[in-house]
Every structure is written in structure tokens, then in C-alpha cells.
């Protein structure tokens, strides 16, 4: 009888281990079906994002598309209105407008091709200015052409001692390449030209910014004309004293960028047409 109920007993304990087993099983089971259907809903969310985003620009270039076509289609009826207006005052002016309009058309592409030329001149030119300077004098030098006008504006920390019109022994090499840059166009005309920021200047001997930039402009003429043989004839010596800032003068960087001395190399207008005759062709 004992051992009728400790194999009972014992099948109860089987068939409890079995389900037990199998409960385990299938929470594991479960447990990966989750973690897959998480991953796909992921995946499925950058999915959804990324077309999103390409909804977005497609509605971008769509609203584009269709600014560009309402443009066009005013265009249009300008022009619808204009042949109108022609064609109500006669066949003859039908032609007329023709020729106005090709003639317009020819002068917008003589214009591109003068731009061309331009930028592709510009370009060059600055290039070969800047070449000739290291690059630790780029660092207080700025090189610019502007519709074939040379701006080179140079930092007063560099030219001039501390609150002084006086040149600066650093300067000399950098004021060397300048005047072989002036000798090497020697038909324009240079402008030096002063600047200051709007701190009231000091000095008993100067009395206002007006005189500061004036003092340090005429200094580098002297400097080029004596040191490095420009001629003076070709020189003219200015200042616009705080008047004439390029950044916001609360600020010491910006009250630095104000403190230069630019020389502006000018050609005249029969030589500036010239110059972009000879631009290098763009590639």
C-alpha cells in the first residue's frame, strides 16, 4: 500500500516538473517573439521617419517648382500682353518687339560673359597678390578684388607702434611686398587710406581719430615713397578716421578689425575693360 502512494505521488511530482518545464519553454519562446517583433517595429520606425523626410523635401521642391511656374506664368502674361498691344497697333510692330526682345537677350549674355570674366580675372589676381605673402602676414594682411579694384587692408597692430602713427620695424617686410605689388601696376592709382575705431585718442599731439588716420595714412606713403622708391605722384593719403567701420565697435575684436589702413589700387575705366579682356578663361 506504501508503495502504491509513493508511485502516485510520485507521477504527480513528474507530470508538475513536466509542466513546469514546458511553461518555461514557453516564456522563453514568448520572450524571442517579443524581442523580433520589437526589432521589426524599429526597423519599421526609421522606415517611417526617413520617408517622412523624403515627404517633406519632395513637398519642399514641389512648393519650389511651383513658385518658379507661377513666376513664369506672370512672365508669360507680360509678354502675351505686350505682343497683344503690339499686334492691336499693327503687324509691323510684332516684328519690332522681336528684335527688342533678341537684342534684350544678346545684352544679358554680354553681361554674364563681362561677370565671367570679371570673377575669373578677380580670382586670378588675388591669387598672385597673396602668393607673394607668408602665411603668418595673412594673418594681418587682407587681400581683396572688387571689380578689378586691389583692396589690401592691413592691421594697425602690425604697421604702427602702440598709439602711434609711427611704422612699425615689423612692418618692413610686409610693406616691401606691397610696394612691389604698386611697381608692378604702375599705371593705377593708389589710395592709402586710414581707419580708426571710436575710442577718443589720447594724445597731446593728435587731437582727434580725424588726425590719427590721416597721421598713419600719410606715414605709409612716406614709408613707400622713400624706402621703396613708389612714386608720389601715383599716391594719394586719406583718412575716414571712425567713420567708416567694418565690425561692431563694442567689442575689442571688432574695435580691431576697424583699426586698419587699407590701400586701394584703382585702375582707370579704359583699364579695367582691358584687364577683364585678358581675364584667363574659366575651366
Request: aromatic fraction near 4%.
Amino acid at each position: 500500500m506504501k508503495n502504491g502512494k509513493f508511485f502516485a505521488m510520485s507521477l504527480v511530482a513528474a507530470a508538475l516538473l513536466t509542466s513546469s518545464c514546458a511553461m518555461k519553454k514557453d516564456l522563453d519562446n514568448c520572450k524571442n517573439d517579443f524581442k523580433s517583433l520589437q526589432d521589426k517595429f524599429t526597423a519599421q520606425s526609421l522606415e517611417l521617419k526617413e520617408a517622412q523626410t523624403n515627404v517633406t523635401s519632395l513637398n519642399t521642391r514641389l512648393a519650389e517648382a511651383q513658385a518658379e511656374l507661377a513666376d513664369q506664368k506672370t512672365t508669360n502674361k507680360g509678354l502675351q500682353k505686350a505682343l497683344s498691344e503690339s499686334i492691336n497697333q499693327g503687324g509691323a510692330n510684332i516684328s519690332k518687339l522681336v528684335d527688342e526682345i533678341n537684342a534684350s537677350n544678346k545684352y544679358i549674355k554680354q553681361l554674364v560673359d563681362a561677370k565671367s570674366k570679371s570673377d575669373s580675372l578677380n580670382l586670378a589676381l588675388s591669387n598672385k597678390l597673396t602668393r607673394s605673402l607668408s602665411k603668418e602676414e595673412l594673418k594681418d594682411v587682407d587681400v581683396q578684388v572688387l571689380k578689378g579694384v586691389v583692396y589690401i587692408s592691413l592691421n594697425d597692430n602690425m604697421l604702427y607702434k602702440s598709439g602711434s602713427y609711427e611704422i612699425s620695424p615689423a612692418a618692413a617686410a610686409t610693406l616691401q611686398k606691397i610696394a612691389k605689388i604698386i611697381t608692378d601696376y604702375k599705371d593705377y592709382e593708389v589710395l592709402i587710406e586710414g581707419n580708426t575705431d571710436n575710442v577718443p585718442i589720447s594724445k597731446t599731439n593728435i587731437r582727434n581719430n580725424w588726425d590719427l588716420s590721416a597721421l598713419r595714412a600719410s606715414s605709409v606713403v612716406q614709408e613707400l615713397q622713400n624706402k621703396y622708391g613708389v612714386n608720389p605722384s601715383r599716391l594719394t593719403a586719406g583718412g575716414r578716421g571712425e567713420y567708416n567701420p567694418v565690425a561692431d565697435n563694442d567689442t575689442e575684436a571688432g574695435r580691431s578689425k576697424n583699426r586698419r589702413t587699407q590701400i586701394i589700387i584703382t585702375p582707370q575705366l579704359d583699364q579695367f575693360m582691358d584687364l577683364i579682356d585678358q581675364a584667363p578663361a574659366e575651366e
